[in-house]
């Protein structure tokens, strides 16, 4: 107990970015509560019941160029409350037991005259089985008339329609179409139009609710603003993790956590691709991960692959020079290079093999981009170990937990790199500099996190304050410091001094140090600004 009250006493700035962070989600989630702009966090009105016994197909356009052939749908008539405003519709969805989907759902509301008043669309990637989905409007829509609060829904005397329709991704998806439940009310008439322009009449109250505004009861500000706090006591406890390791220095803090981290995301990482490999049909996904199509190989994919290797090894964001600074003179650099190329290059494997066996073992499109990991691998690690219960849970929590590991040791090596730069220049103490890296990384933090919907228009130049850090990080200051370095050291560092580095002051053979500063001069340079003008999209 004395030493928690010690640590309390010690880290009392902490505890204050801990409180100014989660004040200022809270008042943020509170000016922009009533914004109506994101669906789940609006209250919803559910006008059916929950007795849903079967499901009804929504229908498909022809193919996937045609987004909207004006007909093609099911129509479901619904009521609205007189001065109602309507933000979106939330269904139960059924993929028929598949765990991914392709296409986009549409939906329109359509009043008395057939005239969409409000539409909205979802990427059917993100539907789960048997699970209520959110469909966001583009604007919202007020019924007319008078709001009147204690009106009930008049679901024998419907006064719109919605309509509802799909749009596959490609071929097969026609054929896996998406299902609504529904129950066997016979009060209740839709109508389905095909593709093929057959009508069909069916019976039943969908699995429907609206989300409405009626966001001033203090339960649902509550729930809202516990929500919002628990996401900001989340992200401002990981970066005090990251804050009390590396205060602890190189060697007791950033060392010792490596030596468990770096073993324990290596044996994870093993544990799943040997999961993901044992899959049927998993070879399918080594043989698209390792065997080499040169026919889409240009100078697009060699740009790219440029890019990937240049941000997998930190280059440009000062990590390695601040590792390198360090070293003793003992140190041999060219063996430490080589070893960390190496190392790198065999877990983007491993991932690889993680990934793609696992994803192709259930048909999922590997290019998924970020989706495939935080919404399709769940489903497909569900559907993949489905007679298995207890291994698909335990290898989703592996998998994520391996991510969490990759995320705190990236964070700790950015740390690492302001700390070490306020602390040897500002000549201050390694926790005072550890503290200011910290509060302005905390600072950023929300600032990113409210961009993110909860405060409208925080941004700039079009895009959001996220996007903003993102863009001039990755796209302008990594390349552009790497390109300065290469200059740096190739052209105005003594060549005595280079090579001395390179030997380690002749301790080592140099027989490649022509080869070296060749490449830094004039072949390194001219990479990086080639990548750098393929991310601003010139070449």
């Known amino acids: 107990m004395q030493k928690i009250k010690d640590f309390c006493k010690r880290h009392r700035l902490l505890w204050l970015t801990l409180l100014v962070a989660l004040a200022a989600a809270a008042v943020a989630a509170w000016a922009g509560f009533d914004l109506g702009q994101r669906v789940d966090n609006q209250p919803v009105y559910e006008i059916v019941n929950d007795d849903y016994t079967r499901t009804v197909v929504i229908p498909a356009t022809a193919d996937a160029a045609t987004q909207d052939d004006g007909t093609t749908g099911l129509y479901l008539p619904v ?81 719109m329609t919605l309509r509802l329709w799909y749009t596959p991704g490609d071929d097969w998806d026609v054929y896996h179409l998406l299902g609504l439940w529904t129950d066997a009310d016979t009060s209740q008439q839709m109508t389905r139009r095909n593709a093929n322009g057959t009508t069909d009449s069916i019976v ?50 950033i060392e010792k956590a490596s030596k468990i981290l770096m073993p324990l995301l290596f ?73 960390i190329v190496t190392i790198d290059t065999l877990i983007a494997v491993l991932a690889g093999l993680m990934i793609f066996p696992a994803a192709f073992s259930v048909g999922v499109q590997p290019d998924s981009g970020p989706s495939l990991i935080f919404i399709t691998l769940p489903n497909v690690f569900q559907q993949a170990f489905g007679n298995m219960p207890v291994v698909s849970y335990i290898i989703s929590v592996l998998f994520y937990g391996l991510l969490v590991l990759a995320a705190l040791t990236s964070t700790i090596s950015m740390h690492e790199i302001g700390t070490a730069f306020i602390y040897e220049e500002g000549k201050v103490s390694r926790a005072k500099g550890a503290w200011v890296e910290t509060i302005v990384c905390g600072i950023i933090a929300v600032f990113c996190s409210l961009s993110q919907g909860a405060v409208e228009g925080l941004g700039f130049f079009g895009k959001d304050f996220l996007s903003n850090c993102d863009n001039l990080t990755a796209q302008l ?47 390194c340079p001219i990479c990086i600004f080639l990548i750098f003008l393929h991310q601003f999209g010139i070449i």
């Open 79 to 159: 009521p609205l409350k007189s001065g109602q405003r309507i933000y979106g519709v939330r269904l139960d969805l059924t993929t028929h037991n598949w765990a991914f989907r392709h296409g986009t759902l549409y939906a329109a509301l359509l009043d008395a005259d057939g005239n969409a008043v409000a539409n909205g669309e979802l990427d059917c990637i993100t539907i789960k089985d048997d699970t209520f989905a959110a469909i966001t409007f583009d604007a919202p829509y007020t019924a007319p008339g008078t709001a009147d609060a204690e009106a009930d829904y008049d679901l024998a005397n419907p006064n």
């Open 204 to 253: 039943g109250h969908p699995a429907l609710q609206y989300v409405v505004n009626d966001s001033g009861s203090w339960s649902h500000v509550i729930s809202r603003l516990l929500g919002v706090l628990t996401f900001a006591a989340v992200v401002a406890g990981f970066i005090l993790l990251t804050h009390m390791v590396v205060v602890r220095g190189v060697r007791n803090g």
């Open 267 to 339: 044996i994870l990482l093993v544990i799943i691709v040997i999961a993901s490999c044992s899959l049927p049909g998993a070879m399918k996904g080594v043989e698209f991960l390792l065997k080499p199509d040169f026919s889409k190989v240009d100078e697009n994919v060699l740009l790219e692959a440029l890019g990937q290797a240049f941000f997998s090894l930190s280059m440009g964001t000062a990590c390695l020079c601040t590792y390198a600074s360090y070293f003793n003179r003992q140190t041999n650099l060219l063996k430490s290079a080589t070893q």
């Open 477 to 523: 200051l990594m390349p552009l410091s790497s390109f300065i370095t290469c200059l740096f050291l190739g052209w105005y560092v003594p060549k005595k001094i280079v090579r001395d580095e390179f030997t380690n002051w002749n301790t080592v053979s140099g027989k490649l140090f022509p080869v070296f500063l060749f490449t830094i001069r004039f072949i």
